[in-house]
């Protein structure tokens, strides 16, 4: 029997190949790539208590199982993530980095109910310059992902310095929030995907 | 035939209207291949935007670019420019973190859409603005997806996304805040230039001979002197001198003179003063030998004995010293040495000398021809007593005089 490819390099799934390869001068993915990447899984994960198992298992249902094996093939991936605390040394190609992405949409369009009434509560409290702890989902999400950036995030790192209040972490979470409901869209997928190689294509 | 697409959201409704050129397909849904008119509305604006093709195109454009933009952070341009520059009849810019501008640029007043040529050609006057929320934002790119995926309405229209290249990214930061380093290291340049200007030149001070002599600081025994230093005496007196050296010094020194002696008797003249040194190399030994041993009782005299330091004192020791000194230097034979011969003396209250160091080379070469060795008091006794001690700088010259002054004074003194 002959084998038409080597085992080490799985198939990669078919529903990737809806996402076309940008035109990058190497075919791994950008620093700002995976940081986004790593920052909008966090914002699920600060939305949905049970985000971190809910990825898990959004990649069975997504069939991703190939590129995502398991749960610390997982965190792998996402500590490519230059900006974390224990951030791995190996690059993210280009199918892990597609794979990541339509984990990120198919648990966003889950949560879109949550994330728009989210969006227009945080508009109304702006307009009323009310504390944002009057609505107790925003606020609890707010904390949340404060929480999880500091603790996962390199302190040192002159980015992560940046965001160094309260407000400059809830201001990075409420974008994050905006972009997660972009990602909902019928095109979602693959607005986010070419959004995350701008300014990168050669 | 006439066909309306409807595509509604939330927050946003988009209606086009048009034509289909295939008439006989009733049944199905026929593609619409002809847009006549267009009509956007946003929830919370009363104006709707209306408009032909043009405003169709150019609205889906803007707002998938801004889009694109709103999720990258990077500015396309493509939200807000036609190819060459010309300004976009939709625009859209950020005005807020959760507020988006939407400016379209002529006056569309044409429900009927029958004059698109004129629309075509319209100054680019402020029509309609909108400032939308990211959820109604949100809402119109939907609805401009919806569109994209309806491969029934104007299938040559679709969604086409491509990144942005690089050179776009680096004209993100403005170029003042690029040039903001390279500013400010030169400024500091210039600012510490104009500062080190007015510092004074530091005073070119010239080495002190005896502190840069290095035979002070260490202790006789290794106090070897170096060729270059001892340049001007021969090199068989060298190795005579060095303590260690000396039993093999006179038999290198020998066939020396006898290699040279069988050459030309002219040579052997040549080679006479080596062979003095050479010769008197046991007779400088033995001084030498017990000098050595002496040499650190020397160190612990001038170094730990307490030190006289009364001017009346010291120079009723140095005038003492300095005829004791002649005395014996005039005993011996006329000098050979053609530079100072200095020595670190130290003098007992009573005028004995207990020890003494060389202070310049030549003053290691040339000790046989002082009275030093022959004045210096040999202690009895197993350890001397800690009697105190003044140091002064004994100087012999070639023309014969003596210079003797306290050893602090000179030094401090340049």
């Known amino acids: 029997m002959q084998l038409s490819r080597p085992p080490s390099q799985p198939i990669a799934p078919a529903i990737l190949d809806a996402l076309p390869n940008p035109p990058l001068p190497e075919a791994v993915c950008p620093r700002r790539t995976r940081q986004q990447l790593d920052l909008m899984l966090l914002a699920i994960e600060a939305l949905d208590l049970g985000g971190a198992e809910a990825m898990l298992t959004a990649a069975k249902e997504l069939e991703l199982q190939s590129v995502i094996k398991n749960r610390v093939s997982f965190w792998r991936l996402r500590a490519t993530n230059p900006l974390r605390r224990y951030s791995q040394r190996r690059p993210l190609t280009l199918t892990e980095a597609k794979a990541l992405v339509f984990m990120t949409c198919h648990l966003a369009r889950r949560m879109t109910v949550l994330i728009r009434q989210m969006l227009l509560v945080y508009d109304q409290l702006l307009e009323k310059q009310l504390p944002l702890e009057q609505h107790i989902r925003l606020a609890s999400y707010l904390e949340r992902f404060r929480a999880h950036f500091r603790s996962r995030m390199n302190p040192k790192r002159t980015a992560v310095i940046a965001y160094n209040s309260d407000e400059k972490l809830n201001q990075l979470a409420m974008s994050l929030l905006g972009q997660l409901l972009f990602c909902t869209g019928a095109a979602g997928a693959q607005r986010f995907w070419s959004s995350l190689f701008d300014g990168e294509a050669s | ?414």
């Not at chain 2, 008797?265 to 008197?280: C, Y």
């Not at chain 2, 009364?310 to 004791?324: F, H, N, T």
């Open chain 2, 1 to 414: 035939m006439t066909i309306q697409r409807q595509y509604s959201l939330p927050n946003c409704q988009l209606v086009i209207d048009g034509l289909s050129q295939d008439a006989a397909d009733v049944t199905g849904r026929p593609p619409m291949s002809v847009v006549t008119h267009v009509e956007c509305r946003v929830a919370g604006h009363d104006r709707p935007l209306l408009g032909g093709k043009e405003l169709l195109e150019s609205l889906v454009k803007a707002v998938s670019a801004y889009a694109q933009e709103y999720l990258s952070g990077i500015p396309h341009p493509a939200a807000r420019l036609k190819h060459r520059g010309i300004p976009e009849l939709v625009q859209l810019q950020r005005i807020d973190t959760n507020l988006h501008r939407l400016t379209v640029q002529s006056q569309v007043d044409n429900p009927t859409g029958k004059d698109q040529a004129k629309l075509y050609q319209m100054p680019t006057t402020p029509a309609a603005q909108l400032d939308l929320t990211t959820v109604q934002l949100f809402d119109m790119v939907e609805a401009v997806d919806q569109f994209f995926a309806d491969a029934q309405t104007l299938p040559e229209l679709s969604l086409n996304l491509t990144p942005l290249s690089k050179r776009f990214a680096a004209a993100q930061e403005p170029i003042a805040k690029r040039a903001l380093p390279a500013a400010l290291g030169l400024s500091g340049l210039t600012v510490a230039a104009i500062a080190l200007f007015y510092v004074p030149n530091p005073p070119n001070r010239r080495p002190q001979p005896i502190a840069a002599n290095p035979a002070l600081n260490q202790p006789l025994d290794s106090a070897t002197p170096s060729p270059t230093g001892i340049a001007t005496a021969s090199p068989a007196a060298t190795v005579a001198v060095s303590p260690s050296a000396s039993p093999s010094a006179s038999p290198s020194a020998s066939p020396a003179t006898t290699l040279a002696s069988p050459a030309s008797p002219k040579s052997v003249v040549v080679a006479s003063p080596l062979v003095s040194p050479a010769a008197a190399s046991p007779a400088i030994a033995s001084p030498n030998g017990s000098q050595a041993g002496g040499s650190q009782e020397i160190d612990a005299i001038l170094n730990t004995a307490p030190e006289i330091r009364e001017p009346g004192k010291l120079d009723s020791i140095i005038v003492a010293l300095q005829s004791k000194l002649y005395k014996g230097w005039n005993a011996k034979p006329p000098q050979s040495f053609t530079t100072k011969l200095e020595y670190r003396v130290g003098v007992a209250e009573n005028g004995d000398i207990l020890g003494f160091k060389f202070a310049n080379d030549a003053a290691l070469t040339y000790v046989k021809e002082t009275p030093l060795l022959d004045l210096r008091y040999n202690p009895t006794g197993a350890t001397p007593s800690p009697v105190p001690v003044a140091q002064l700088l004994v100087i012999f010259r070639p023309d014969g005089i003596l210079e003797i002054s306290p050893w602090h004074g000179t030094t401090e003194t340049p």
